[in-house]
């Protein structure tokens, strides 16, 4: 398509500037006639509010790094009390380490230029500048090892199954986390590598001493995964970090389109990312490389942002939690939550 000049430069950026409303929305909001990442992070705002406004959207969340150890729990317990998200993928760590919290203890802050073998030697876990308790850990990776071996060993569990019991157990705790929010609201929780987390490292070594023959069903998770995105009208999604969960969600709909569910791809799509394309990754993959698989539809609402999650996920969810007439008038799909996952779409 050919463009005149003045076509072209029809569309002046506009000077972010203080004004009486400086609540996030605004923020973000001001951001858009900007450049850069900042404009990209005021787009991924008004894409996640089309998602929310979308009454046929079932919005599916993937989250990767070390969020819950820089503070994002609590920003992540919203989404799911708030219905901003309807089903979570992520790592294992995240899910460990909210159960930590959730059990009452902490992460510290620290430096990136401590002295790691003085931090070893006091069992002192580091991510960059956040800092660890490795004894609690173990008390944590024995404590999952039991409730493991307390379950139905005859029965093959999905992880999300599995995190919807570990989340009634430990209900009744001083402040709910990731795991016990999504128990109470019912919102499906995913962990595709389980075996790569703390969580693994529990089960395998209960089961290293006889005490259980768990076994995940990684294929049912799979499947009820894909046929939630195949019940729904449309689905959205949000990615935090890459790896895993990521690719985990977006195969959905390669599934779903192999199993003759008649889907063209995800409706809307926002990554918050630091992983760059041109290496060839999924991380990196933009959202426009995903349409060549399917994954995003034709002509999808969609926001690829290169930022720090621990930057933009507050500014993103602060600036939602001030769209009150939006979240009170979403009606979210609902979900059985049971041996096998069922949706339940509002009427």
């Not at 929305?25 to 951001?31: D, T, Y």
Request: proline share 4%.
């Amino acid at each position: 398509m050919h463009h005149t000049k003045e076509e072209i430069l029809s569309d002046p950026t506009q000077p972010f500037s203080i004004g009486e409303d400086k609540s996030a929305s605004a923020v973000l909001e001001g951001m858009v006639k900007t450049g850069f990442q900042g404009r990209q992070l005021g787009r991924a705002f008004e894409v996640w509010k089309a998602m929310l406004a979308d009454p046929e959207c079932t919005i599916l969340m993937g989250l990767s790094g070390a969020m819950v150890p820089a503070g994002m729990r609590r920003l992540v317990r919203f989404m799911i009390e708030n219905r901003l998200i309807d089903i979570l993928a992520s790592t294992g760590a995240n899910f460990f380490h909210d159960i930590h919290e959730t059990k009452g203890f902490h992460h510290y802050q620290g430096s990136a230029e401590m002295d790691d073998e003085r931090l070893g030697d006091h069992m002192v876990d580091r991510m960059y500048d956040v800092l660890a308790d490795e004894v609690r850990f173990r008390e944590h990776d024995l404590w999952i090892g039991s409730f493991a071996s307390r379950l139905d060993q005859s029965h093959h569990y999905t992880t999300r199954e599995f995190l919807y019991l570990l989340g009634k157990e430990l209900e009744g705790a001083p402040e709910d986390g990731i795991v016990t929010s999504a128990a109470k609201a019912g919102v499906p929780l995913f962990c595709p590598a389980i075996g790569d987390s703390a969580i693994g490292i529990g089960v395998a070594e209960s089961r290293h001493r006889g005490e259980n023959r768990l076994i995940f069903d990684m294929m049912a998770d799979l499947l009820e995964i894909t046929n939630t995105v195949a019940d729904s009208p449309a689905t959205g999604v949000i990615y935090f970090g890459g790896g895993t969960p990521k690719n985990y969600v977006q195969q959905t709909e390669v599934v779903a389109i192999l199993m003759n569910k008649n889907k063209t791809g995800h409706r809307y799509g926002i990554q918050v990312v630091t992983d760059a394309p041109h290496w060839g990754g999924l991380s990196g993959c933009t959202f426009e490389e995903s349409q060549s698989w399917g994954k995003l539809a034709k002509g999808a609402q969609m926001v690829n942002c290169y930022c720090d999650s621990t930057i933009a996920m507050p500014l993103l969810i602060t600036a939602l939690s001030e769209q009150t007439e939006l979240i009170r008038n979403r009606k979210p799909p609902a979900f059985d939550m049971g041996p096998t996952l069922k949706i339940r779409l509002p009427d």
